[in-house]
């Protein structure tokens, strides 16, 4: 009989699983309109799903007066978060705390006048957040955008929590020798990485890889990249209807993951799903 194996860190993070838990019980209040500010996780089973009890995606931060805006993990700028309180309306904010480490973080060698760089994906909601807590730092891809850059002699590091330990190393060693104070906060979120070394060593030992999570999660689609290295019949799916028996065909072993939007509830209907597909 063929095996499932679900990865050891897969599907939603602890951010993620805490933001879904204070939607949840906000939802279950009898306040007024319930709104989050952009998809709360880019998952679009579970924002439907939320929809379906009044909970509503809205762009625009000033929100009625009298309902709730929920800020989601990625965190926003304090000038976001005002603009609600300016409107009237109650923050629920469901920031990741890790988030909110960076946004402290920033914050903090600003004032002590370093100039900051924030090492990140330019334009990702999480690294913008993070700038608005210190408005005069830049964001920095990669060591090599640092050549073009004026540095001053104390700069202080932050780090977006989804980049890899390699990529800060790298911004870091050419930082030094260039600058007379260097303060690195490594503000990187370790349940990225766990989720990418126990999806490298599952799909390195299977005959079939499914990676469940929207396809607009920037962190599955990294997932899937990861399995198809090691396991060439990697599919990336969100919901468990787009199986096809066709992918387990002769798989003795298949391995399951799932990005960090993923509740556990959902990893186990695809489980459940392949197991039927397969004993069919
Ligand atoms: S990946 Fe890490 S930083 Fe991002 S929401 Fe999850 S726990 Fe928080």
Known sequence: MPEVIIADEAGACYGVERALRLVSEAAEGTGGAIHTLGPLIHNPSVVSSLEERGVTVVFDPAVEAGSTLVLRTHGVTPQVEQAARNAGATVLDATCPFVKRAHRAAERLEREGYQVIVVGERGHPE????????????????????????????????????????????????????????????TICEATAGHQEACARLA??????????GRNSANTTHLADIARTHCPATHHIETPDELEAAWLVGAERIGITAGASTPASQIEEVRRAICELMEG
């Open 127 to 186: 690294v913008e957040g993070t700038v608005g807590h210190a408005p005069t730092s830049t964001v920095v891809t990669s060591a090599r955008e640092l050549d073009s850059l004026e540095l001053s002699r104390k700069v202080g590091v932050v780090v977006q929590t989804t980049q890899s330990k390699d990529n800060l190393r790298a911004v870091v060693s050419a930082l030094v020798g260039r600058v007379d104070e260097l303060l690195v906060v490594d």
């Open 204 to 213: 390195r030992a299977v005959d079939a890889m499914v990676v469940i999570g």
